[in-house]
């Protein structure tokens, strides 16, 4: 890191990841520029924060200016900004150093690297193999989502005892990501969907989230979905020593000899990496079935890496889930409170409800948004809760889309959904935050209102 002291650093876009590359090089006492394409006056709260660091760092808003790029040593962009942007491509035909927020970490990183890919389920995967690895001794750092940057890893005060850096890896960091060699990867799925303003085709997105195979080695370890990934030659024909998962049976799909892995058969979780291992799931804490199937991912990578039983079957009994998703977070008097306030669509508050097999209290509502319609989802909502509390502003437009049903409620603040969801529950019930609506009506966002409710819960 003492290489880039002094230097001239230009950082392009300004949001949450450009702040933590502020942090990190106003350590190194450098002459910092930051420069977005936003205008001004989109960026008020941005400016009133940065004018409170020391140094103020020089601004340039509305646009990218060649001269500010060719007059800086080390260019560095955040993740929302096109690579191929032409002024970051002058920047390297004049040999200016030029990388992602990712690539500088990845470049300053001396530290065995796990990249959790795949379109669904990084964030979730990262932090349960993280988690086991807590309960093994082990001390893991977990970057690579809009929570917590790959670069500040470089501010770790612990960072000589780290043991393995756990990241999330989007197709968009794989762009123009050189000399990238991850000791494990492991591999969620392939989603069809993919963003248009980073990649020429489907063809193109594809190619570029499967480059991260080419770099491993048969010492390297690759974890793959079989039930999502199996018929990929890719997979099928990497170099490193490949482990599936799957929630079918490898016995009953008569592949148990052939693979090595995790599956789920007569109710019980099974690992045959190394030597068999059996984990109970009875007492398994996460809902859902996209989190069962992160489950066994992270138990898979998990026993590649030779942890401890164990600490696999504490993760399984405990892992709380990832905040603000589907996050448990306290069973009070035999009613279970689950934080959920990340899910702003109809579409996953749907696919959230469908997740519990206990009679579900649902608190939801929020930002009133006209245009949003409703009543595609409200059957599907209406089957799958007992108790209904709808809250904010879009609260009355929700209830008549819903229609008659008894135990639909409107209340006036946040506070009093919380406590009249309680005071409705009986045993075993779930109280479930799903709001299906943005946060803005009360909140700044939904990491404020899914905190506020956890404080709310355990004030009760």
Known sequence: MERYKGKKILIVGIGDTGFKLLNFFNRLDCLIKITDIKPIFDLNKVVKKLKKIDP????IFGEHRDEDFLDSDVIV?????????????????????VYSEFA??????????????GTHGRTTVAHMIAFTLKQDGKNPFVAGSSEKAFIELGMQPDYDEIDYVVVEVSAIQMKKLKDFHPKMVVFT?????????????????IETKLSIIKSLSPEDSLIVNFDKLANNTFFRNASAQT???????????GVVSELQGTHFHDKRIHSNIYCHSEFKVNQMRIVGVENRENLLAAITACKALDVSDKAIQFCIEKFPGIPHRLEFIIEKNKVAFYNDSKSETMENLVKSIKAYKSPVILIAGGKDIEDMDYSPYTQEILDNIRVLVLVGECKERLSRALGDHSQIYLVGSFEESVLFAYQKSRTGDVVLLSPGNHASDFFRDYRERGSYFKKLIYQL
């Open 56 to 59: 103020v760092p020089e601004m």
């Open 77 to 97: 962009y955040c993740s929302a900004v096109n690579p191929e942007l032409p002024q970051l491509e002058l920047a390297r035909a004049q040999g200016k150093e």
């Open 104 to 117: 500088l970490a990845n470049k300053l990183c001396k530290k065995p690297i796990i990249a959790v890919c």
């Open 189 to 205: 799925d392939i989603g069809e969907s993919y963003p248009e303003k980073f990649f020429l085709s489907a063809g193109d997105y």
């Open 243 to 253: 482990f599936w998962y799957s929630r079918k049976s490898f016995v009953k799909m």
